[in-house]
């Protein structure tokens, strides 16, 4: 037990830290770390299983700072509690460029931050998948080696962005009764009073979802504690409403938007230290102070050390396993099973949807990767992602590998960052492309970390037909593709989406899509080929030496440009089929591969269904396009293309129009 002293000059560590270090910088949010200063400290010194000296222990709690524009606190933390790659020099260079300490909290940049928050709402979400990941791990490998909890802190903003509630509503039909979250009920946002913008009863709110709910004074540090204590008991997840004052301590500021987010200036901070008894300088913690918070972060040494010995104890295979699956790494016979499924399809030459085509893939890799989690957003027989090997996830039993996210695509896609980040699983979820705008904040954040999630986004074009132009993506394709280290795959066929699905499991440090077609569509590739040629971005399908036009083409349209290949040459026109597969792989080829790919024929045409943007890489101003210039239709999808002229014969047009 701390004494109430001692716990008041820990917390009043972390609200001058933030203070000191925002006004610095000139720039910052002094009034929730200040505020939310005895809930952490209270937290990390009494219950949070963490080790500074051992930071990716994988029986560690996590913490998530939802409300990620207070990373002050986060910072502070780490440095009181002795992360050894978190100085106080770094806490002076907060916001300042090439810091650890970015301006919110940027997984990557330092030990300890478990996940990349600012866009309100995603960090309760990715902390809803870290504790799917325990429960479906300790499920799999027992409470012996995973068996801890998640805790997220949030504020009005996360609670207001629609994503909080497809994650709370989640979060409390599948029972994560290790998932702890404190609301920093301070009642300010940035325009002024929380009772401006809304006037939801929260804690109603979270009890229609299932949730524990428990209503305490977020600045009494044992009412905190018994909160904790109750969460630990609950059989559902928890919410505790910590009622708070922002910016507690600064005698004119606190209680008001002021204190939000901006420095609270020489004066403010001046009497803050004088109402707090805190006499220091600024960035100097006390001597005693610090040695107490140094303590605090060796508090779990002996639960590691306890763990290290259950996992040493464990049979070689299960220790291998887990071991193995931590560290991200894919078994040593992965490529050797793909390559067998290759040469099967080599053989039989199906004609089929990229969609089956991936159901087919995934068929192989879940029965070869027991870490794949595969799920739908409520489109499973449409985005065939659930294979032999999976049974469903349910509130009462997690030994399946397939989670039904229901109709929640934001929530999906930032609890599948959570899942990655937690470690020993591979996501994957379906929906359909349309939709990956409402994926899209989480799919950047997945991006900007680099991590391994992989989206199955079935029905990639008017292909979709009679749904009409709703449903029919005409945009997404160059949307997805301007997110920086996302790898987006257009497979044109079987093959194609074997190699794609090999490289985006191989991928430890970058997302995946997978844009896959509703329509059959026949062989691009008839014939074995060792090599993953999709891992090139583009390749050439159909040379030709004295080609006068190269067709280039991602997925269903491949099919296009070899029939208008086909009709070229019957018409004695020499032209090449380029397959591209993947724009971002083709770019980081070598200048001399790209060159010879982008090829010397005088006309050059792209033919994808979709907007042009980002072929004129390919075909250059002055070359041909044939796609989408509009939104779509309602109908079905051969009359849909011959429609909007997405054709093998507009393709032959073209460069005889080229050509003339």
Same mark, same amino acid.
């Given at each position: 037990?701390?004494?109430?002293?001692?716990?008041?000059?820990? %917390?009043?560590?972390?609200?001058?830290?933030?203070?000191?270090?925002?006004?610095?910088?000139?720039?910052?949010?002094?009034?929730?770390?200040?505020?939310?200063?005895?809930?952490?400290?209270?937290?990390?010194?009494?219950?949070?299983?963490?080790?500074?000296?051992?930071?990716?222990?994988?029986?560690?709690?996590?913490?998530?700072?939802?409300?990620?524009?207070?990373?002050?606190?986060?910072?502070?933390?780490?440095?009181?509690?002795?992360?050894?790659?978190?100085?106080? /020099?770094?806490?002076?260079?907060?916001?300042?460029?090439? !810091?650890? =300490?970015?301006?919110?909290?940027?997984?990557?940049?330092?030990?300890?931050?478990?996940?990349?928050?600012?866009?309100?709402?995603?960090?309760?979400?990715?902390?809803?998948?870290?504790?799917?990941?325990?429960?479906?791990?300790?499920?799999?490998?027992?409470?012996?080696?995973?068996?801890?909890?998640?805790?997220?802190?949030?504020?009005?903003?996360?609670?207001?962005?629609?994503?909080?509630?497809?994650?709370?509503?989640?979060?409390?039909?599948?029972?994560?009764?290790?998932?702890?979250?404190?609301?920093?009920?301070?009642?300010?946002?940035?325009?002024?009073?929380?009772?401006? !913008?809304?006037?939801?009863?929260?804690?109603?709110?979270?009890? $229609?979802?299932?949730?524990?709910?428990?209503?305490?004074?977020?600045?009494?540090?044992?009412?905190? %504690?018994?909160?904790?204590?109750?969460?630990?008991?609950?059989?559902?997840?928890?919410?505790?409403?910590?009622?708070?004052?922002?910016?507690?301590?600064?005698?004119?500021?606190?209680?008001?938007?002021?204190?939000?987010? !901006?420095?609270?200036?020489?004066?403010?901070?001046?009497?803050?230290?004088?109402?707090?008894?805190?006499?220091?300088?600024?960035?100097?913690?006390?001597?005693?102070?610090?040695?107490?918070?140094?303590?605090?972060?060796?508090?779990?040494?002996?639960?590691?050390? /306890?763990? +290290?010995?259950?996992?040493?104890?464990? &049979?070689?295979?299960?220790?291998? /396993?887990?071991?193995?699956?931590?560290?991200?790494?894919? @078994?040593?016979?992965?490529?050797? =099973?793909? &390559?067998?499924?290759?040469?099967?399809?080599?053989?039989?030459?199906?004609?089929? %949807?990229?969609?089956?085509?991936? +159901?087919?893939?995934?068929?192989?890799?879940?029965?070869?990767?027991?870490?794949?989690?595969?799920?739908?957003?409520?489109?499973? @027989?449409?985005?065939?992602?659930?294979?032999?090997?999976?049974?469903?996830?349910?509130?009462?039993?997690?030994?399946?590998?397939?989670?039904?996210?229901?109709?929640?695509?934001?929530?999906?896609?930032?609890?599948?960052?959570?899942?990655?980040?937690?470690?020993?699983?591979?996501?994957?979820?379906?929906?359909?492309?349309?939709?990956?705008?409402?994926?899209?904040?989480?799919?950047?954040?997945?991006?900007?970390?680099?991590?391994?999630?992989?989206?199955?986004?079935?029905?990639?074009?008017?292909?979709?037909?009679?749904?009409?132009?709703?449903?029919?993506?005409?945009?997404?394709?160059?949307?997805?593709?301007?997110?920086?280290?996302?790898?987006?795959?257009?497979?044109?066929?079987? =093959?194609?989406?074997?190699?794609?699905?090999?490289?985006?499991?191989?991928?430890?440090?970058?997302?995946?899509?997978?844009?896959?077609?509703?329509?059959?569509?026949?062989?691009?590739?008839?014939?074995?080929?060792?090599?993953?040629?999709?891992?090139?971005?583009?390749?050439?399908?159909? $040379?030709?030496?004295?080609?006068?036009?190269?067709?280039?083409?991602?997925? !269903? /349209?491949? +099919?296009? %440009?070899?029939?208008?290949?086909?009709?070229?040459?019957?018409?004695?026109?020499?032209?090449?089929?380029?397959?591209? @597969?993947?724009? +971002?792989?083709?770019?980081?080829?070598?200048?001399?591969?790209?060159?010879?790919?982008?090829?010397?024929?005088?006309?050059?045409?792209?033919?994808?269904?979709?907007?042009?943007?980002?072929?004129?890489?390919?075909?250059?101003?002055?070359?041909?396009?044939?796609?989408?210039?509009?939104?779509?239709?309602?109908?079905?999808?051969?009359?849909?293309?011959?429609?909007?002229?997405?054709?093998?014969?507009?393709?032959?047009?073209?460069?005889?129009?080229?050509?003339?």
């Amino acid at each position: 037990m701390i004494s109430p002293e001692k716990h008041q000059r820990m %917390a009043n560590a972390i609200r001058f830290l933030a203070m000191d270090a925002v006004e610095k910088a000139n720039s910052g949010h002094p009034g929730l770390p200040m505020g939310a200063a005895d809930i952490a400290t209270v937290l990390f010194s009494r219950f949070l299983k963490f080790d500074p000296k051992n930071p990716l222990w994988p029986d560690r709690d996590r913490f998530v700072l939802s409300a990620g524009h207070g990373s002050m606190l986060l910072y502070s933390l780490l440095y009181l509690t002795g992360y050894e790659d978190m100085t106080i /020099e770094d806490i002076k260079q907060f916001r300042q460029l090439g !810091s650890k =300490t970015a301006g919110h909290p940027e997984y990557g940049h330092a030990s300890g931050i478990e996940t990349t928050t600012g866009p309100l709402g995603q960090g309760i979400a990715n902390a809803v998948g870290m504790a799917i990941a325990e429960r479906k791990l300790a499920e799999e490998f027992g409470s012996e080696l995973q068996s801890h909890f998640t805790y997220a802190l949030v504020g009005d903003g996360c609670l207001m962005e629609g994503i909080s509630q497809e994650a709370i509503a989640l979060a409390g039909h599948l029972k994560l009764n290790k998932l702890v979250v404190f609301w920093d009920d301070n009642k300010i946002t940035i325009d002024g009073a929380v009772s401006l !913008s809304d006037s939801t009863d929260q804690i109603a709110r979270l009890k $229609s979802a299932h949730w524990n709910t428990i209503e305490i004074d977020g600045h009494d540090q044992d009412a905190i %504690a018994t909160a904790i204590e109750a969460a630990h008991k609950s059989d559902r997840p928890t919410f505790i409403a910590c009622r708070t004052i922002i910016g507690f301590g600064a005698p004119n500021k606190q209680g008001t938007h002021k204190v939000h987010g !901006s420095p609270l200036g020489a004066e403010e901070i001046a009497a803050a230290r004088k109402s707090l008894n805190w006499e220091s300088e600024a960035f100097v913690v006390p001597a005693d102070v610090l040695d107490t918070w140094r303590l605090a972060g060796l508090r779990s040494t002996k639960a590691r050390k /306890e763990w +290290e010995e259950r996992l040493a104890g464990s &049979d070689a295979e299960t220790r291998a /396993e887990f071991n193995r699956r931590f560290a991200g790494e894919l @078994p040593g016979s992965f490529d050797t =099973t793909i &390559d067998t499924f290759k040469k099967k399809i080599a053989a039989n030459n199906p004609t089929v %949807a990229t969609r089956k085509a991936s +159901e087919d893939a995934l068929e192989v890799i879940n029965g070869l990767l027991p870490e794949t989690l595969g799920g739908s957003a409520d489109l499973t @027989p449409s985005n065939n992602t659930k294979t032999s090997q999976m049974t469903s996830i349910t509130p009462t039993d997690f030994s399946g590998r397939y989670m039904h996210w229901g109709i929640r695509e934001h929530a999906t896609a930032a609890a599948m960052n959570g899942i990655a980040l937690h470690g020993g699983l591979i996501p994957y979820s379906g929906g359909f492309l349309i939709f990956s705008d409402y994926c899209r904040p989480s799919v950047r954040l997945a991006a900007l970390m680099g991590i391994r999630v992989v989206h199955v986004w079935t029905h990639d074009s008017i292909g979709v037909g009679e749904d009409g132009p709703t449903h029919q993506p005409v945009e997404h394709f160059a949307a997805l593709r301007a997110i920086p280290n996302l790898l987006l795959f257009r497979p044109a066929d079987e =093959t194609e989406t074997a190699e794609c699905w090999q490289i985006a499991l191989k991928e430890k440090h970058r997302p995946s899509g997978l844009a896959l077609t509703r329509q059959n569509l026949i062989p691009a590739r008839t014939e074995y080929e060792e090599k993953n040629l999709s891992a090139y971005g583009a390749y050439e399908l159909i $040379s030709a030496s004295d080609a006068k036009v190269s067709i280039f083409a991602s997925g !269903s /349209e491949v +099919e296009i %440009a070899i029939k208008a290949q086909q009709q070229l040459a019957a018409k004695g026109i020499s032209a090449r089929v380029v397959s591209v @597969p993947c724009f +971002e792989l083709f770019f980081e080829q070598s200048a001399d591969y790209q060159k010879a790919i982008i090829g010397k024929a005088p006309v050059k045409i792209a033919v994808e269904a979709g907007i042009r943007q980002g072929w004129d890489a390919f075909i250059g101003n002055d070359g041909a396009f044939v796609g989408m210039k509009s939104f779509g239709a309602s109908g079905p999808a051969k009359d849909l293309y011959k429609h909007f002229g997405i054709t093998a014969e507009a393709v032959v047009s073209a460069a005889e129009a080229k050509l003339a």
